[in-house]
């Protein structure tokens, strides 16, 4: 049972316009959303996360929105640069009252950004 | 900054051995986790740690096993490897979740070892 989908195994955008990456989950009671960005042959790092009391987190060129009611969220990343092609995870904590921190990732979107 | 150190890139190992994968990390963190990353499955959870000697099972914890006698280190062990445990198994550590502070939620990830079973 996937509680995180991120239904796009792939996009290519051209450098200098907008990608979206999308993600769903099922969970209502998820409360913290994180996306990770994976180089091939490293780990994946932290990029940008938002609580589930906003609906929109920005830091730079990445701004990631929240739509509870959808139970969807989305990173869009502007401009794209090459820089930017990698995998990208979804991730949510389940853990609303606990503190282990664990999350639940999705499967990835491949992004591509040709120059 | 923070480090994951896992101890090994890449293995290669041989049906029914018996594999260790170390991880330590030098930030204080009191959870860790272990992670394997299949393509089209995404990051799957097999055990976590949030404390000394504490363990809790993932997702899927089936064929692995964790040790965590020192709270920098957590170690994965496959008690008998099998084909279908080669994957990319990715070490992550993070603090509790006490408040948006702490990061609530962030981990820290190792570079990874890639493990090819024969």
């Known amino acids: 049972d996937q509680q995180v989908k991120q239904n796009s195994p792939s996009l290519s955008v051209q450098e200098g316009r907008i990608s979206i990456l999308n993600c769903d989950y099922t969970?209502?009671?998820?409360?913290?959303f994180l996306w990770y960005k994976k180089y091939p042959a490293e780990g994946p790092t932290f990029l940008i996360s938002?609580?589930?009391?906003?609906d929109k987190n920005e830091d730079g060129r990445f701004t990631v929105f929240l739509n509870k009611s959808a139970k969807h969220l989305s990173l869009h990343i502007v401009p794209s640069q090459p820089g930017d092609s990698a995998v990208y995870f979804c991730?949510?904590?389940?853990?609303?009252?606990?503190?282990?921190?664990?999350?639940?990732f999705g499967q990835g979107t491949t992004l591509q950004v040709k120059p | 900054d923070v480090k994951v150190t896992q101890s090994s890139r890449y293995l290669v190992k041989r049906t029914g051995e018996k594999v260790f994968l170390e991880c330590v990390q030098d930030?204080?963190?009191?959870?860790m986790f272990w992670y394997r990353q299949d393509p089209g499955l995404g990051l799957r959870l097999i055990y976590f740690?949030?404390?000394?000697?504490?363990?809790e099972k993932g997702d899927i914890p089936e064929g692995y096993s964790v040790s965590r006698e020192k709270k920098e280190r957590f170690s994965l062990i496959l008690e008998s490897a099998s084909t279908n445990q080669t994957s990319m198994y990715l070490c992550?550590?993070?603090?509790?979740?006490?408040?948006?502070?702490?990061?609530?939620?962030?981990?820290?990830f190792g570079e990874g070892s890639r493990l090819t079973v024969l």
């Open positions: 930030m204080d963190h009191e959870n």
């Open positions: 992550a550590s993070s603090f509790p979740r006490t408040g948006l502070a702490r990061g609530a939620g962030e981990l820290f």
């Open positions: 938002i609580s589930s009391i906003k």
């Open positions: 740690s949030y404390d000394v000697k504490m363990k």
């Open positions: 969970n209502s009671m998820f409360d913290y």
């Open positions: 991730a949510a904590t389940p853990d609303g009252s606990s503190n282990t921190g664990k999350l639940i």
